[in-house]
């Protein structure tokens, strides 16, 4: 018999294999993966990290932002109630916190203070190792 422990929140979600992880570890060029793989996070989140490291900010914010809405709507459909812990640990999950991460450091750098406070919120709340990881 299994029992839940009523008092420890939701579960964490866990998002299934992306396949655009295996096209980028070969080497793909990230634009070329979102471009065949929309729904991608990881595929944006590498754009978005190199344009942020380009300092092509607005790019960044921009990448950032898709694979953001991208990965929401990934986490909507894998059972996220819009709360609840969204773990570093399961790789699938790396897309979204590093769009995330990417995301509010982007708002940081454009002054958008709102935004950034409430981005570096939901990923120390989503998974503190993302956030520790992605400073």
Do not use: Q
Not at 57 to 77: C, P, Q
Not at 86 to 91: A, I, S
Not at 98 to 122: M, N, P, Q, S, Y
């Amino acid at each position: 018999m299994e029992f839940n422990n009523l008092m420890s929140g939701p579960p964490a979600t866990l998002l299934p294999t992306d396949p655009a992880a295996a096209e980028l570890a070969a080497g793909a060029a990230a634009v070329e993966v979102a471009a065949k793989r929309p729904t991608s996070s990881l595929a944006w989140s590498f754009l978005a990290e190199e344009a942020l490291a380009g300092g092509r900010t607005i790019e960044a914010y921009a990448y950032a932002r898709t694979g953001y809405h991208r990965g929401l709507d990934s986490l909507r459909r894998n059972g996220w109630k819009g709360h609840g812990p969204v773990p570093w640990e399961h790789e699938p999950n790396r897309g979204f916190l590093r769009c995330l991460a990417v995301l509010g450091k982007a708002a940081a750098i454009i002054d958008e203070k709102d935004e950034a406070e409430r981005c570096t919120t939901f990923l120390r709340d989503s998974s503190p190792t993302a956030a520790d990881e992605l400073a």
